[in-house]
Each structure stands twice: as structure tokens, then as C-alpha cells.
């Protein structure tokens, strides 16, 4: 599998070649992913409430963000690789936000940085992309701002907020970004901006027509499950196996089964040791 590139994602979008994306965290699991040919790896703040126990994603920083990319970058060298950045590293200023994306892209390695918000981020994604740093948007529901939002629920349910939706996609678009994750909006207005959209969109709860689909691996395996969106299809219960054979250990090792002979080491004899004891 040669390098996943903005520019393949673009032309696969121009082809009717359907984008895959996933989210991962640690090694291992950017290893499963790359073996497996997804085509965009995201390193998301969503490890706040996945890995650290967290009831949002607004606690993560920087500091976080960078450790968690860099054992991802090296697990999945086919991938397109992009960083989130997380709450408070691009709101402020437009020079602190291209500092900012500038340590993700050096210090963790990524390929692309990704960001939330509509039109009135068009400026900071401008600023990132002229430094030379691609960027990725994020429209609809953004976890980041889920307060202001009035919880996790449904965006763009009315015409008129379908309307700004589609004016937040083509002002990203217009201000150099090279795709867009659209997250919890009714498949229509997925479809509209899809088909209005010169670049990729990456669907999650976005519907069927998008170029692309994006879903956290802990959600689609079972190892998150406090609870699981409407929009997660689960391709497997880990969890609830990994459970299972830790159960199994425990049990094995109260009876005296594990370890057997085939688990230990051999040298001298016991017999040799007896003046030991």
C-alpha cells in the first residue's frame, strides 16, 4: 500500500472511491489499522474520554495530543495520519493556533491537522493552511463546543440550519481545507454537502452519501461502554472477550492450572538446590 495523501483522498473522491477513516491512540492499534489498508488514521481528542475516563473532550491539551500522535505516526506509515487540535490551541489567535498546529505536525509528526467549527474558523484554517500545514474541518455536531451546542444531539435539522451548515463547508473549502468530518447531521444534509463540496467529506451519523466514514475504534469494538452512539455499528465485542479471559486467568491461576510446565524455564535440577532450602 503506497502513502495515503491529501491528494489520493481527492481523487478518490473524484473517482467514487469511498474513504475510510478510523480513530486510534497508542501503537498497537495504528498497527491493526494500517495492516488493515484504512486509508485515514485520526488521532482524536476523543482519547479524552476513551483512554483517560473523562466526561468530555475539552480537558485534553496539547502536551497529551503530541504524546498520543507520535506512537501512532510510527504504527501506521501507509495511512494519512491526522492530529485534532484540541480545545483552546486555535480559538484564541490565529498566530497561537498556527504555533500550535505547527508542534503537531513536528513534535508528534502527523500529516494533517484537523479543527472544529464553521465559517467563523475560516480565518484560522487560512492562517494554518498558509503556513503550509494541511488542515482538516469539522462541522455539525463538534464535541468541543457540545455545551453551547445543548448536549450530544442531532445538528442541522431545520432548513435553515442545513443552510449555514452548507455555508460553513464551502467557507472551510474556500479557506484551503482539504476535507471535512461532518458529524450527527440528517443524510440529506450529509448528501448536500457532499455533492456541493469539492473536497472529501467524512461522515460520522452523517449519512450514507458521504465520501467517506470515520468511526472511534473503541466505539466499533466494544471497548468503550459507558455508551454507544445510534450512529456506531460495532464490529465486535473485545470487551466483553477481554473480560472473559481475564476471568479465565484469574480462575486458572486460584486452581493451580496456570502456569503448566509448558510456561516455565528450566536449568538446574531441584535436587541440586536442596541445600538451599
Known sequence: ?????????????EEGEKISMVTAYDYPTSVLANRAGIDVVLVGDSL????????????IGMKEMVYHIKPVVKGAPDALVVGDMPFGSYQISKKKAVKNAV?????GGCDAVKLEGGAEMAEVVKAIVDAGIPVMGHIGLTPQTVSKLGGFKVQGKSVEAAEVLLKDALKLQEAGAWGLVLEAIPEEVGKLITKKSDIPTIGIGAGRYCDGQVLVFHDMFGLFQ??????????????????????????EIQE??????????????????????
Open 1 to 13: 500500500m503506497s502513502k495515503i495523501t491529501t491528494q489520493k483522498l481527492r481523487r478518490m473522491k
Open 48 to 59: 479524552a474520554m476513551t483512554i483517560l475516563g473523562e466526561e468530555n473532550t475539552v480537558s
Open 103 to 107: 508542534q503537531l505536525m513536528k513534535k
Open 226 to 251: 459507558r455508551f454507544v452512539p445510534k450512529f456506531v455499528k460495532q464490529y465486535g465485542q473485545l470487551g466483553d472477550q477481554v473480560v472473559d479471559g481475564l476471568e479465565t486467568f484469574k480462575k
Open 256 to 277: 493451580g492450572r496456570f502456569p503448566a510446565s509448558q510456561h516455565k524455564f528450566s536449568g538446574v535440577e531441584e535436587e541440586e538446590l536442596t541445600h538451599l532450602y
